[in-house]
């Protein structure tokens, strides 16, 4: 089984509210008192399953509105990391944060370069294969160059047809299974990774596709709640069947794209 040795995530900018990227305006605006407390139970979540020391706290940007979202400027598998070139401009430099730390950790760096562009919210690791979205925010140099930095796994390209990243719709619930939408865009994503699969993966269904995004690390599984999610109540039940769960409340970020992965990076 994939095994973590620890994570990155990032404090929540004083900008978000305001300025955080959105696909569309919900006309609720996010309260920064709320999301910064369900961040902090996501947070004392990862310390609880990793061990508090292991779990690398970076200081928010308020340049960078959007900077809480680490999964996306950054890539690691196999102790090295994919700085990526996101796909939208504003986020462009928020992977510098990182730097240090990587060093630090003795973790390898390599630069993605224009015109090649990806968010890490497109990137779907199975513990064996990548499934790479190709979206608004990630093009086929991008895939192109997450190829040639981890050359000991297959990478599968997957158009998203709707909503932001490929992980606004799918993620790993647990070895060998993924979480998946209902919506159209997720299941003709979900068609295409069938085919393209090397491994065999058994699907479990959310009838939101917000609700399928969850996080797998070392044997637990952190999830919505079925009462943000009402819809999901059944499959989001079924997760306790693969492993320990904990509930966290996204209700905040959710309001700007933001799901359960994008607040953290992983080390494998
Ligand atoms: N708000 C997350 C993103 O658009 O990148």
Do not use: W
Not at 52 to 72: G, Q
Not at 75 to 96: I, Q, Y
Not at 186 to 210: G, H, I, N, P, R
Request: aromatic share 6%.
């Amino acid at each position: 089984m994939l095994s973590y040795s620890g994570a990155v995530v990032r404090g929540i900018a004083s900008s978000l509210p305001a300025n955080a990227l959105r696909m569309s305006d919900p006309g609720e605006k996010l309260d920064l008192d709320k999301a910064n407390q369900e961040h902090r139970a996501y947070v004392a979540a990862l310390q609880n399953t990793l061990g508090a020391e292991n779990v690398h706290v970076l200081d928010a940007d308020d340049k960078y509105p959007d900077c809480v979202f680490v999964e996306d400027p950054v890539v690691v598998c196999n102790g090295v990391a994919l700085m990526t070139r996101p796909g939208h401009t504003s986020r462009r430099g928020e992977g510098d944060a990182f730097l240090p730390l990587f060093e630090r950790l003795g973790i390898k760096t390599v630069v993605m370069e224009e015109p090649a562009c990806m968010d890490g919210g497109d990137v779907l690791f199975t513990g064996s294969e990548f499934f790479v979205g190709l979206s608004k925010r990630t093009n086929q140099a991008g895939i192109d160059v997450l190829a040639a930095t981890f050359p000991s796994h297959p990478v599968h390209a997957v158009p998203v047809e709707a909503g932001l990243h490929l992980k606004s719709m799918m993620s790993m619930a647990a070895p060998g299974t993924i979480a998946i939408g209902c919506s159209g865009a997720a299941q003709s994503a979900k068609q295409l990774v069938s085919a393209k699969a090397t491994s065999s993966y058994t699907f479990l269904e959310f009838a939101d596709d917000l609700a399928a995004n969850v996080v797998h690390v070392n044997g637990k599984i952190l999830h919505v709640p079925a009462a943000s999610f009402e819809r999901s109540r059944a499959a989001l039940a079924e997760l306790g069947k693969l492993g320990e769960t904990v509930q966290l409340c996204n209700e905040e970020l959710n309001k700007v794209d933001g799901a359960l992965t994008c607040c953290s990076v992983l080390l494998a």
